[in-house]
Structure formats: structure tokens, C-alpha cells
């Protein structure tokens, strides 16, 4: 699941981003509504965390001109904006959800995967394929019931594969699952971490393994295919 975060309080946005990467999350940082809008022309995101009072304007037009082209994403308004009536203007424009701040960072990532639970969004609580389960909460992984421990960039890249439900991931979707906009990332990143899971798969004796779709991308199947 990939965030977009836009907050401009120098302290606040680094902690709120660490804490959601602490939670499998990949988050890009902006302090503008126009930083906001650049990401969001070329990127695509699961959720917008957005602060309504921003340097160059105000919130609440960003979240209005993404519902005038018809952006569905959900935003969730992280703002000390408290009063009633300016919670149900934010509403009314397309906003999902309200945080008053001050907050608590584990309220923060509870409501996020809440939105994320919502029907229609992606972002179920419990996966499965074949033999293996992933509670995408507690990162915990089994293969046949027995637990597999696994890094957390693994986790990820396993759950943005079994999110696809058989289907061939691209290489371009599974590095933007995995890494921010600020990560520096090596060329051979993403294929270190593929073949890592593949090993830890196979190793764990699942009957499912990772593949390889030369040109296109990676997918789960079936261990014997």
C-alpha cells in the first residue's frame, strides 16, 4: 500500500512517515499543494494523508479538485481544525475521514487501514493463496499453518503479489510498493528481494512459488508449474 502524506510541520511529517514505514506502509512526504498535485499526476496512491492548512493553500481545494476529475482516492484530514462545521464542510467535499490533532500515531495507522478496509478499497485484513496466510495487521505469515518469519520488505512484496491473485505483477508495481520516492534503491533491489522470497518459500515447503514472467513481470502459482 502506497501513501501519499502531505504535512509541512518540519518535525511532524519525518515521525509520521516513520511510523507508517514501521507499519509496511511505503510513504511519500510533501509539505504543498502543489508538491501534493505533482506526486499524484504520476504516481498512484492508496490513500492521502492530508493537512488542510498547507503553505500554499489550503487542503480542502486539493481534496475538491480531485473529486471534480473524479479521483476516488481516500483522504483522510489530519488537521487541527476542530469545529464541527468545518468537519462537515471537509466532508461534504470529499474528505473520508477526520484526525484532529494533536493525535495518536497508532489512531493514525488504525483509521488508515480502516479506510483502506473499506468496500471497494484493497486493502483486506486477511490474504491467503494456496497454502499460504498473511494477516497484513500483525505481519504475520504461515505456510500450511506452520509461521514464517520474514523481513518486513518481504512481507510487502509478498502481500502486493498475493494482492494480485495470480496475476502478473510488473516490475514498476511491485518497486512502487516497495520503495518511497526518497529511497535510494539499487538496480538489483528488487530482484535481491524476489529471490530471497523465493527461497524463503520454497524452504518453507509451500505449494506455492514466486515466478518469473520474462518481459512482463512476477507472479504467484502454483509450486510445480
Known sequence: MRLLLVEDEPALGPLIRDHLADARFTVDLVTTVEDAEAALSTTSYDLIILDLSLPDGDGLEL???????????????????????????????????????????????????????????????????????????????????????????????????????????????????????????AGNALEAAISRLRRALADAGSSVALHTVRGVGYMLGDADD
Open 63 to 185: 481534496v475538491r479538485r480531485l473529486r471534480v476529475n473524479r479521483m476516488t482516492v481516500p483522504v483522510l484530514a489530519a488537521t487541527a481544525r476542530d469545529r464541527v462545521d468545518q468537519r462537515i464542510s471537509g466532508l461534504d467535499l470529499g474528505v473520508d475521514d477526520y484526525l484532529v490533532k494533536p493525535y495518536d500515531l497508532g489512531e493514525l495507522t488504525a483509521r488508515v487501514r480502516a479506510l483502506l478496509r473499506r468496500p471497494g478499497a484493497a486493502h483486506g485484513v486477511a490474504l491467503s493463496r494456496g497454502d499460504i496466510r498473511l494477516d497484513t495487521v500483525t505481519m504475520a505469515v504461515t505456510v500450511a499453518g506452520r509461521p514464517l518469519v520474514l523481513g518486513k520488505r518481504r512481507v510487502v512484496l509478498l502481500e502486493a503479489l498475493m494482492r494480485a491473485s495470480g496475476r502478473v505483477v510488473s516490475r514498476q508495481a511491485l518497486e512502487d510498493s516497495l520503495y518511497g520516492m526518497d529511497d535510494v534503491v
